[in-house]
């Protein structure tokens, strides 16, 4: 026997699926308010290869992953077991932040209709309404930090 209420229960209960609720609708409005949908253009996909990481990573210190299209050399370099093989596509999307023109990279190998995706497929994106550069299509786990392409400018 429990030493609550039923009633105590049932107000729990009920709490918790509000919270559980509020949640979403709260994730919803931030997703609407902060990122505009654009249908574009895949104009590149390339298959990128770099070496896994540590299991344990220490957050802001360990650095980037340094991707590369030459997978032959890090299978040589580290075996097949240590580097990871990820597709990455291209785009142009216009900011709603500015109104100009950027390309945009996410990780992703499927397109919209679940087929594997082609150079010239559309695909739906949603890019932030308040920093120019930043898009996402909220499946795609090239928002984490070490998925980040950057340019050989950057990197330096």
């Known amino acids: 026997m429990s030493k609550f209420s039923p009633k105590a229960m049932l ?7 509000l ?3 509020l949640l979403f609708v709260s994730w919803w409005v931030i997703r609407i308010a902060l990122y505009a949908p654009q249908t574009v253009s895949v104009d ?5 290869c770099s070496k896994r990481p540590p299991r344990r990573q220490i957050p ?11 997978c032959g050399a890090l299978w040589r370099q580290f075996g097949r077991s240590h580097v990871s093989e990820h597709t990455f596509i291209s785009f142009v999307y216009t900011s709603p932040a500015d109104n100009k023109s950027y390309r945009g990279t996410l990780q992703r190998s499927w397109n919209d209709q679940n087929q594997p995706v082609r150079t010239g497929d559309r695909i739906e994106i949603e890019a932030s309404r308040l920093m120019a550069e930043t898009v996402t299509d909220w499946s795609s786990p090239s928002i984490a930090a070490e998925n980040v392409i950057r340019t050989p400018a950057a990197v330096k």
């Open 11 to 17: 107000i729990a209960l009920v709490v918790m699926m």
């Open 19 to 21: 919270v559980v609720v």
């Open 44 to 48: 590149r996909v390339e298959v990128l």
């Open 60 to 70: 802001f210190i360990t650095p980037a992953r340094q991707w590369s299209s030459d």
